[in-house]
């Protein structure tokens, strides 16, 4: 397993994350998190984990694979290319981009830290409070026998309020978690701040 590879995926992730919590350049957090999700998938598997996308062909066993990656995707691929992979010819990006919003990232994110926790079993406070915030915003997206309540306790009626509403609650949850000594010396979680340098100490 390339630890360089690993450092890099965790840098893009921890980058996106840390942009996404100030409210900064959505799109950069979207370039960052999807070049981090696509790294970081690979590496899930190779360490015995299932990767998100394993989980979507469960609940969905009707889509295919590439479905899974073009809903992924579209809005990453949309920003990273000029030209069709295939043809050279100019893409035309412009409808789907104007359907992009800071709340695309949500999924983004949820999905690369999601995968990240199964390739190295931690995640940074801030990951782990986002994916909470996730569950209590989308409890749809919730598992049957996980109970959406835990939750809800945490952000109550969160999707009932207004986007930067949340994302406040989301940063105080994070700021108070960073004060639970038994939270942060847990080995699940990650220590290492979101923003780190290169090459990694």
Known sequence: MSNLKMASARRQLG?????????LDPVSVHY???GGCELIEYYAKKAGA????SHAIKTFPEMKIQ??????????NAFKHATQQHSGEERHDDDL????????????LFIGWYDYAGATNAMPIEAQVHQAWYLA???DKLASQFPSDLYERVFPKLNQRSRPEQKRMLNEVIAH??????VMSDPATETLALISNWPPI
């Open 137 to 139: 915003l989308h409890p």
């Open 97 to 108: 981009l104007m359907q992009f919003s800071d709340e695309q990232n949500d999924h983004a």
């Open 177 to 182: 978690s960073r004060t639970d000594n038994a």
């Open 15 to 23: 980058t996106a994350l840390a942009l996404y919590l100030q409210d």
């Open 67 to 76: 479905e899974i990656r073009k809903l992924q995707r579209q809005f990453w």
């Open 32 to 34: 960052l998190a999807g």
């Open 50 to 53: 299932q990767p998100f996308t």
